[in-house]
């Protein structure tokens, strides 16, 4: 039984709890999850089962969605409703516009500061093990996209908010930023994830589901790699280069950049053949050279975003 299935995680649990719930209840060898979610959190958790372990990072791409809210005039330690009142401030008479203008100036290209109760680790540790003894240490800055804002609901103190982000995109620092620059403080006092890479709210299933309700919201591993391909760069192959794709490494002319160990998808007109992942670039040709990494049987599944997707070159048999 290989593929994903998107649980729509309680509040409560952590993300913990609802890969062992749905080991026991599968009997399944291996259970991962794909993205952490807080405890507190609520929404899309995609699940990887048995040997869709091995391709969790082919599967774990593309940006996240949220419906939050956020309290204004109070502070947390935590950054969120579970932690401990720091600080409590008037909230006033602050307009929706203004909060509208303090949202919508964070998106873009950021930096953000990881939160002390974070899963990010320091010399090994995770920063909230730190942060439970309380210790607190430096933490360097990372950037995250915010690609949109949007406000639903102000009731004071309280301000309904939904953000499309980059992977990594922490909305309780978000929060706690826009209550800085807004003069009153803020936390984030509810989450739920709608969204990750592909996975959505829609096709998200009851954790407590029986085995056959779980079983039926699988999606097999080779569709769900198709899914995530959409949002991956493509290198198109001709039919000469395509009929090689099963015999391992191979060369490409491509004017992409890559990173080390970067995953591409190899397409062969709307067809997704297989995954490789880039090794070097060659001298002086300029071409890239990739290893395949996993082989997609059964070419009558077709990506169903391919408008969407990055071609960065075409590679030919020769």
């Given at each position: 039984m290989?593929?994903?299935?998107?649980?729509?995680?309680?509040?409560g649990?952590t993300?913990?709890?609802?890969?062992?719930?749905?080991?026991?209840?599968?009997?399944?060898?291996?259970v991962?999850?794909?993205?952490?979610?807080?405890?507190?959190?609520t929404?899309v958790?995609?699940?990887v089962v048995?040997?869709?372990?091995k391709?969790?990072?082919?599967l774990?791409?593309?940006?996240k969605?949220?419906?939050?809210v956020?309290k204004?005039?109070?502070?947390?330690?935590?950054?969120?409703?579970?932690?401990?009142?720091?600080?409590?401030?008037?909230?006033?008479?602050?307009?929706?516009?203004?909060?509208?203008d303090?949202l919508?100036?964070?998106?873009?290209?950021?930096?953000?500061?990881p939160?002390?109760?974070?899963s990010?680790?320091?010399?090994?540790?995770?920063?909230?093990k730190l942060?439970?003894?309380g210790?607190?240490?430096?933490?360097?800055?990372?950037?995250?996209?915010?690609?949109s804002i949007?406000?639903s609901?102000?009731?004071l103190?309280?301000?309904?908010f939904?953000?499309?982000?980059?992977?990594?995109?922490y909305?309780?620092?978000l929060?706690?930023?826009?209550?800085?620059?807004?003069?009153?403080?803020?936390?984030?006092?509810?989450?739920?994830?709608?969204r990750?890479g592909?996975f959505?709210?829609a096709?998200a299933?009851?954790?407590?589901g029986?085995?056959?309700?779980l079983e039926a919201a699988?999606?097999?591993?080779?569709?769900?790699?198709?899914?995530s391909?959409?949002?991956i760069?493509?290198?198109e192959?001709?039919d000469?280069?395509?009929?090689?794709?099963?015999?391992?490494p191979?060369?490409?002319?491509?004017?992409?950049s890559f990173?080390?160990?970067?995953?591409?998808r190899?397409?062969?007109?709307?067809v997704?053949l297989a995954?490789?992942?880039?090794?070097s670039?060659?001298?002086?040709?300029?071409?890239?050279?990739?290893n395949?990494?996993?082989?997609?049987?059964?070419?009558?599944?077709?990506?169903?975003n391919?408008?969407?997707?990055?071609?960065?070159?075409?590679?030919?048999g020769?």
């Open positions: 290989d593929g994903v299935i998107v649980v729509d995680k309680p509040s649990w993300s913990h709890d609802v890969v062992a719930k749905v080991k026991r209840t599968l009997k399944a060898k291996k991962g999850h794909l993205g952490t979610l807080d405890p507190a959190a929404g958790l995609p699940l048995d040997g869709a372990t391709f969790a990072r082919f774990d791409v593309g940006g969605g949220y419906a939050a956020m204004l005039g109070e502070e947390t330690d935590t950054q969120d409703a579970e932690g401990e009142v720091l600080k409590t401030s008037e909230v006033g008479s602050i307009e929706r516009a203004e909060i509208e303090t919508g100036s964070f998106v873009g290209t950021i930096e953000q500061t939160p002390m109760y974070s990010v680790k320091q010399g090994g540790v995770p920063l909230y942060a439970r003894k210790v607190t240490v430096e933490r360097a800055a990372k950037e995250v996209d915010i690609y949007a406000v609901r102000v009731e103190p309280f301000v309904d939904s953000v499309e982000c980059s992977r990594g995109t909305i309780r620092t929060s706690v930023d826009a209550g800085a620059k807004l003069g009153a403080g803020a936390h984030l006092y509810r989450l739920r994830r709608t990750s592909t959505t709210e096709e299933v009851d954790v407590q029986s085995k056959e309700e699988l999606i097999p591993l080779e569709a769900a790699l198709v899914r391909s959409a949002l760069k493509g290198i192959l001709d000469s280069a395509a009929s090689k794709v099963a015999r391992g191979f060369r490409a002319e491509t004017s992409e990173k080390p160990g970067e995953v591409v190899l397409m062969h007109g709307v997704v995954f490789a992942e880039y090794v670039t060659g001298e002086p040709s300029g071409s890239s050279e990739f395949v990494v996993k082989v997609l049987y059964g070419g009558a599944v077709r990506s169903s391919e408008g969407s997707a990055v071609k960065s070159g075409r590679a030919s020769a």
